[in-house]
């Protein structure tokens, strides 16, 4: 039976992967964003412990819902691959039941059994948080190597992924990035969507309740003029 830490479990989630979701937030996470909404998932071994097969004994309880919208179990955090044990079991075990399986990531870290993780997971959501390593570096306190990786290689083993971009005014509202992101991509295969995540401020009272200093406190919210300009370009429609 493997065992891992989860923060939390959302049972209808429809934004996470198609149709009506059940979304799993593990514990544990290698990335420092500044403009992290999850803050509370940073810390590897905190809130429950529970079992794979618990955890999807849960989600099937949901399954007409699911069924009947076209959905599944996406697995997101924190970032999953910060458990990769106890992520290969939870994928392994939805599956075993029939279940659609997303994997919501950053790819900030490549475990050595990634490969059998992908094995079991129908779509990967994947965070590119910047296209330039120094600003990457300074945004999340890591590089965006292995997440550029992931990228060309769920590309190669024709995994579906959806792109997610992260825009922050003041760090990723920047046309040249914008459009090297968009190249970026045009260079993939099997990328079923991509997607302008706009930042918020939503997440600023657990960094108060964890005692941290908010370290994008000013910065607004794009406009949705922006969002939608952001949008072209990535989706080369602009």
Not at 99 to 112: Q, V
Not at 128 to 135: A, E, N
């Amino acid at each position: 039976m493997t065992m891992g830490y989860v923060h939390s479990v959302e049972s209808f989630g429809t934004v996470d992967g198609p149709g009506i979701r059940f979304i799993v937030f593990l514990q544990g996470c290698a990335l420092r964003c500044l403009y992290c909404h999850n803050a509370d998932t940073w810390d590897f071994k905190k809130n429950n412990h529970r079992s794979a097969e618990d955890v999807i004994q849960e989600a099937l309880s949901y399954r007409p819902f699911m069924e009947a919208s076209k959905g599944g179990i996406t697995i997101s955090g924190g970032d999953p691959l910060a458990q990769p044990e106890f992520l290969e079991a939870l994928l392994r075990e939805a599956k075993k039941h029939g279940l659609h399986t997303t994997l919501d990531t950053s790819g900030a870290l490549r475990p050595p059994n990634l490969d059998a993780i992908l094995d079991h997971t129908d779509l990967v959501l994947l965070d590119i948080k910047h296209i330039d390593d120094d600003m990457c570096k300074k945004l999340t306190g890591r590089s965006n190597v292995n997440t550029l990786a992931l990228a060309e290689h769920l590309s190669e083993r024709g995994t579906n992924m959806w792109i997610r971009h992260v825009l922050v005014p003041e760090w990723t509202l920047d046309e040249g990035a914008l459009r090297r992101t968009a190249a970026f991509i045009q260079k993939l295969d099997h990328v079923e969507k991509v997607e302008i995540l706009p930042y918020h401020e939503m997440g600023v009272y657990k960094w108060e309740a964890l005692g941290l200093d908010y370290p994008l406190k000013g910065i607004k919210p794009p406009t949705t003029e922006q969002v939608e300009w952001a949008e072209g370009i990535l989706q080369g429609t602009v």
